[in-house]
């Protein structure tokens, strides 16, 4: 007997992309880049150094057949600049060769790889001279760009070239909390400057490269809503928003093909003359303390719609250690999305953070972001429960 469809409440359009995301640095262990220089100063939260991380520089394989017993079509993950790149102009052909068998091997599983070039991590040789401060960085990432193009052209269709520019340059040049831990307005926009100059070469470097390559971002979009019904503060919003959310995109609009978005956040704001606060209700919230909110999803999803292009949510998940709201956090944001779907939005695909507990920046190892939580001695890979609900999901297209 034939199995009996299940009917679905939320069917999703054909040739959906379902995926999970990672990030070298968090994943791979044993890179040398800026980030492994600066943890070592104390500055990560749990004590921690990224060190093996998952191992999955060695256990690639492994964790693509992970994605497989997920029922997933995609996989985005990036590539560690600094390997590919050690030195200025000397590209090192093994680490390119191990990057073309992962994109090799995800197309063998039938997974369609969404690549990022720049997830937040650089060569030593690059951070030295200033980084994302040196006017010349865009051309230095337009030539690793086109090298990198080269080799994984063949196999990778999706690219992102920038990871959460704003989060980025907010967090490690105005903030003070990643490195180099700059405080300086300037420096956070002229960082934000270069990196919309650098997505705008490798836009083109890529297409250079490949005639049917599809280029974008991953931009992290938040939800502001006004705490007041009151017009001063309903203005501060507008304008954070706008500056938040929108300000980038709109300097590469003309370069994006499609728009990957993260979302993890709800803003409610209180503004007056005297500041500004978040004041969250926080009724459901991860490990972390961030606000559980799905219904923010579909209002970032509704505000992309102005720039007509396809859209992959490239992020959105939580750090749930116990595995006690997963579940229902994916279906939730899910049907939010699906809500989209059918108001109009070209929503192409989800990618859930993360496939694997990870190192998570300056927060080390401790908040669990996977699917599969990660034994950080052994590597051994465990699924939690929410892994086969997701599976189910990605396997009937919709739930
Ligand atoms: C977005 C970042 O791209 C990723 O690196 C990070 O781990 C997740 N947010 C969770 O904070």
Request: hydrophobic share 35%.
């Amino acid at each position: 007997m034939p199995e009996k469809k299940k009917k679905l409440k939320y069917k999703f359009p054909a040739e959906f992309l379902w995926g999970t995301a990672t990030s070298s640095h968090q994943i791979e262990g044993g890179n040398e880049n800026n980030w492994t220089e600066w943890e070592k100063g104390g500055h990560i939260a749990d004590g921690s150094l990224s060190g093996r991380a998952c191992n999955s520089w060695e256990l690639y394989k492994e964790d693509i057949r992970l994605v497989k017993e997920l029922h997933n079509n995609t996989y985005r993950f990036s590539l560690e600049w600094s390997r590919i790149e050690p030195e200025q102009g000397h590209f090192d052909h093994d680490a390119l060769r191990r990057y073309r068998d992962l994109a090799h091997e995800c197309r063998r599983n039938g997974i369609e790889p969404i690549v990022t070039l720049y997830h937040w991590t650089q060569p030593l040789w690059f951070a030295r001279q200033g980084g994302w401060l040196n006017k010349q960085s865009p051309l230095w990432f337009r030539q690793y760009v086109t090298r990198v193009a080269k080799e994984l052209g063949r196999d990778v269709t999706l690219w992102c070239t920038i990871n959460e520019p704003l989060i980025y340059s907010y967090n490690s040049y105005f903030k003070g909390k990643w490195p180099p831990q700059a405080r300086s307005f300037w420096q956070f926009k002229k960082v934000l400057r270069n990196l919309a100059k650098a997505h705008e070469l490798a836009y083109f470097s890529l297409h250079d490269g490949s005639s049917d390559c599809r280029v974008g971002i991953a931009k992290n979009n938040q939800f502001f809503e006004s705490y007041l019904n009151q017009w001063f503060n309903k203005m501060v919003v507008k304008l954070v928003s706008r500056f938040w959310n929108h300000s980038f995109l709109g300097k590469v609009r003309d370069t994006l093909d499609f728009i990957g978005l993260n979302y993890y956040f709800h803003n409610v704001v209180y503004a007056s003359m005297r500041g500004y606060v978040v004041m969250n209700e926080n009724k459901h919230i991860s490990d972390m303390g961030w606000e559980i909110f799905p219904r923010g999803i579909y209002e970032t999803l509704m505000e992309l719609k102005r720039y007509n292009l396809p859209v992959y949510i490239l992020e959105n998940g939580l750090a749930d250690a116990r595995d006690d709201r997963r579940a229902d956090f994916i279906r939730e944001h899910l049907r939010y999305v699906h809500q989209a779907i059918r108001e109009g939005v070209d929503v192409r695909g989800y990618c859930h953070w993360s496939l694997l507990d990870n190192f998570e920046w300056a927060d080390g190892f401790e908040p669990k972001f996977g699917l599969y939580s990660v034994n950080f001695k052994t590597f051994e890979r465990t699924p939690r429960a929410s892994a086969s609900v997701y599976a189910d999901i990605a396997q009937n297209n919709g739930f």
